[in-house]
């Protein structure tokens, strides 16, 4: 099965404001919409939140949920350092946006081993989760 590449909060309501799994139709960068496939098969083409656009990290946290841009993830870094940060993209990678001391950091997810992560919320639906 493929994988999902994009996600979106549907923008219309019609769907709940729910998310939106799928390919990204980018031709109005100002209104993205999610291709996606209903529970029939069908493509349905859908507008979301601009802000809520993310992209699949090609990565899964410790319970094989997907990971997305604007994903908020605690971990354990080696000798047991943990860790909280927002999913991004940068210079060309997905990584963690963190606080190390009140300057912001940014490091990529190919430099870090043997850490294992979890999904604890996104930025869109717990921006609480930001300020712990």
Known sequence: MKKR???????TGILNKDWLYGMLDSLDEDFPRIIYKDR???RIIADVD???VGQFT???DKSIKDIFEGDILT???LHSMPVNG???FRDGSFGLLWKRMGTETFTAFTS???VEYEIIGNI???PELLLA
């Not at 590449?5 to 923008?11: A, H, P, T, Y």
């Open 5 to 11: 590449l994009f996600r979106g909060k549907d923008r």
């Open 40 to 42: 029939w098969g069908n």
């Open 50 to 52: 601009k802000e809520s």
């Open 58 to 60: 090609g990565l899964t």
């Open 75 to 77: 971990g354990l870094f």
């Open 86 to 88: 927002v999913v991004a």
């Open 112 to 114: 870090m081993c043997n």
């Open 124 to 126: 869109y639906d717990n």
